[in-house]
């Protein structure tokens, strides 16, 4: 039988954004799943095709973020979007509206089932307006699968040329999980592998490459530059990925390096995990969220199969040959893979 490939990056993206969609509204997303008569809810329907045709179109060239003289002028794709981002408000307003309802029907309900659920709670204290809970959930599932299929992405060009790596992984889910279809968050702490595998592809091939600005409450000196108080400073991860005077051969990928095999952890090192840990919380609250995501992603799917390139001679794709969509840093060429059944 030839082999074939499959462009794994519409599925990578299609399946983060129904895991975080269903996070974001569990309880009518199941109402949807059943299918039929009354419980289909044609907000949530309608919200759910919005959503997938913003990603569809995303992430997109923006003009203006290289030539910012061109902002006035805005690409057939951005006013789109921006169409389409002002149909999401609309709707996820008449669904918070629709919540706050029956949040207010005097008869008994159940424990908070999703993340809708509980900010509508949080507005009997005031907490929260309704147009703060569609930003929220917005930005948290528009980043979210941006992030997360690009994460998966990355981490499975580096298992494909790396077979060692992915048979290594193979046996440490085999070990951990067998073929169980429910799998436990707990088990991860069980599979070291596993998460210095995402931690080495997420160094090498950083899928954000700059933070949001931060700014400095004091007078200091970095590198030989004098920066005054209230500088705006922007981190590159990327690059602190990359520093020799921590890694070891930095463009190679070696996810022993974060299980302490052959590697001496240095203070130099724990310091940039610190840095690196700090910047990223700041620039994403939902990080933690993301990174059980693209655990989950990986044991699943790597319990059913084995992902390899069509032609040996032919390598999946090039560390450098990447391009930055907004912030995003991917893939020039999206990845395509050969799925064999792992045994």
């Known amino acids: 039988m030839k082999p074939f490939g499959i462009g794994l990056r519409p599925h990578l993206r299609h399946a983060s954004f129904k895991f975080i969609f269903n996070i974001c509204f569990g309880r009518h997303v199941d109402a949807i799943a059943g299918g039929v008569g009354s419980h289909k809810d044609p907000l949530m329907m309608q919200l759910e095709a919005l959503f997938i045709e913003v990603i569809r179109l995303g992430p997109a060239f923006i003009i203006s973020d290289f030539v910012p003289t061109s902002l006035p002028f805005h690409s057939p794709i951005d006013i789109q979007r921006a169409a389409i981002s002002g149909t999401i408000e609309k709707v996820l307003l008449d669904v918070i509206r629709g919540y706050k309802q029956r ?7 159940s424990e908070p089932v999703d993340l809708l659920d509980h900010l509508v709670c949080l507005q009997k204290d005031e907490q929260l307006q309704d147009k703060e809970i569609v930003w929220l959930l917005s930005e948290l599932i528009l980043a979210s699968t941006d992030h997360v299929s690009t994460i998966l992405e990355w981490t499975f060009a580096h298992l494909m040329a790396n077979p060692q790596v992915q048979a290594k992984l193979h046996q440490e889910i085999d070990i951990v999980c067998s073929k169980r279809t429910n799998i436990s968050t707990t088990e991860f702490d069980n599979m070291p592998y596993l998460v210095a595998i995402v931690k080495e592809s997420m160094r090498v091939s950083s899928p954000i490459m700059l933070t949001i600005p931060h700014s400095t409450t004091k007078e200091l000196n970095i590198g030989g530059f004098q920066l005054p108080m209230n500088t705006q400073i922007v981190c590159h991860l990327g690059a602190l990925g990359q520093d020799a005077n921590i890694y070891e051969n930095p463009s190679c990928f070696d996810p022993n390096r974060f299980i302490g095999i052959g590697v001496n952890l240095n203070n130099a090192f724990e310091k940039q995990k610190n840095i ?5 919380q700041q620039f994403c609250p939902g990080r933690g969220l993301e990174i059980l995501h693209v655990y989950i992603f990986l044991v699943k799917l790597l319990q059913c199969f084995e992902f390899s390139h069509l032609y040996v001679e032919i390598m999946p794709f090039k560390t450098s040959d990447t391009v930055e969509w907004g912030v ?3 893939l020039r ?6 799925l064999n059944p792992h045994l």
């Open 276 to 280: 690196v840990h700090l910047m990223t």
């Open 103 to 109: 949040a207010n029907i005097k008869v008994p309900r």
């Open 333 to 338: 060429k999206p990845l395509v893979a050969c």
């Open 328 to 330: 995003i840093n991917v």
